[in-house]
């Protein structure tokens, strides 16, 4: 059973800044889809951003309504999928998920769509005060 950790979520002012992590306990062929999505109270779960990624090739999609205030990225390792959230506003509080997926079915998978993916992280909380 693979386990996703996240880390780095909690209560910034309007403005701030927040990396958060999401490592895989294991990554099985390295063929992989993994992601960041969001979920705000009473709404639904959205996209930010993923990487797919095929042994030593990736791609990284973005959403385009986060674009330039948040960006995807892989630790040096290839083991970590950061996501840096920068300008951040009350509108960004929510629960934020790592989801993971091994399953290939190729680069044209649209990533960011939440269905497909089997394995999430717990959440972590983002706040943000104005």
């Known amino acids: 059973q693979v386990q996703l950790m996240e880390s780095g979520g909690g209560a910034v002012r309007a403005g701030g800044s927040l990396r958060l992590s999401c490592k895989a306990s294991?990554?099985?062929?390295?063929?992989?889809?993994m992601g960041w999505f969001r979920q705000a109270p009473g709404k639904e779960r959205e996209g930010i951003g993923c990487?797919?990624?095929?042994?030593?090739?990736?791609?990284?999609a973005t959403a385009d309504s986060m674009k330039g205030r948040f960006t995807i990225s892989q630790d040096d390792d290839k083991k970590t999928l950061i996501l840096r959230m920068t300008s951040l506003s009350p509108e960004d509080t929510a629960v934020y998920y790592c989801?993971?997926?091994?399953?290939?079915?190729?680069?044209?998978?649209?990533?960011?769509?939440?269905?497909?993916?089997?394995?999430w992280g717990q959440g972590t909380q983002v706040t943000v005060s104005s």
């Open positions: 989801a993971a997926d091994f399953s290939w079915e190729g680069w044209g998978r649209d990533c960011l769509a939440a269905e497909g993916y089997g394995y």
């Open positions: 294991e990554y099985g062929n390295e063929k992989y889809y």
């Open positions: 990487i797919k990624v095929l042994t030593t090739t990736s791609f990284i």
